[in-house]
T-cell receptor, first 109, second 117 residues
Framework: QKEVEQDPGPLSVPEGAIVSLNCTYSNSAFQYFMWYRQYSRKGPELLMYTYSSGNKEDGRFTAQVDKSSKYISLFIRDSQPSDSATYLCAMEGNTPLVFGKGTRLSVIA | NAGVMQNPRHLVRRRGQEARLRCSPMKGHSHVYWYRQLPEEGLKFMVYLQKENIIDESGMPKERFSAEFPKEGPSILRIQQVVRGDSAAYFC???????????????FGSGTQLSVL
């Protein structure tokens, strides 16, 4: 079993839809959870950063962590074409950052 | 304040040649990380450096790969005798901090796409 599992998609949704992106993990040592957005031919940029179970909201983005189930989610409300990108989850504990493979999202106008 | 600068953006090498990838961290950042991204794969950690020190190289292949971050100048990722399997995007990230909270302050460059013919 890989440390971090993420469905690569692609995921295609109409503009205005709610998007749900998910990752599961197996390493109980992971304490810090992040979501990055990566546009084509660009480096990842940090979207959300959490370190505890529960929800964290930032504008149209909500990050959710369930440590008991080893499951994290990113919700995007009122999705826009500019949200079209690859979204990578990332986690850290006593090791350097471990990334998921990324989910490619397309928001269609 | 310029972001993390990586150059070249694209690098083409023939098998057996050497590849040198450069990374200038953001101003005030003394921690540099290198990641490799293969097609359809996530980012894989390679090495973590501070000025003049390699802190963690657990993700570096044992042969042909080396990294440095000198007191002056950019961090360099060096790949000797490149093979086709080295073709990938190589990303550098920098941070002003160390430890678990580093990632709240981790900034990535735009990467170097290495193509080995």
């Amino acid at each position: 079993q890989k440390e971090v599992e993420q469905d690569p998609g692609p995921l295609s949704v109409p503009e205005g839809a709610i998007v749900s992106l998910n990752c599961t993990y197996s390493n109980s040592a992971f304490q810090y959870f992040m979501w990055y957005r990566q546009y084509s031919r660009k480096g990842p940029e940090l979207l959300m950063y959490t370190y505890s179970s529960g929800n964290k909201e930032d504008g149209r983005f909500t990050a959710q962590v369930d440590k008991s189930s080893k499951y994290i989610s990113l919700f995007i409300r009122d999705s826009q074409p500019s949200d079209s990108a690859t979204y990578l989850c990332a986690m850290e504990g006593n090791t350097p950052l471990v990334f998921g493979k990324g989910t490619r999202l397309s928001v269609i106008a | 304040n310029a972001g993390v600068m990586q150059n070249p953006r694209h690098l083409v090498r023939r098998r057996g040649q050497e590849a040198r990838l450069r990374c200038s961290p953001m101003k005030g950042h003394s921690h540099v990380y290198w990641y490799r991204q293969l097609p359809e794969e996530g980012l894989k950690f390679m090495v973590y450096l501070q000025k003049e020190n390699i802190i963690d190289e657990s993700g570096m292949p044992k042969e042909r790969f080396s990294a440095e971050f000198p007191k002056e100048g950019p961090s360099i990722l060096r790949i000797q005798q490149v093979v086709r399997g080295d073709s990938a995007a190589y990303f550098c990230a920098s941070s002003p901090l160390a430890g678990p909270s580093t990632n709240e302050k981790l900034f990535f460059g735009s990467g170097t796409q290495l193509s080995v013919l």
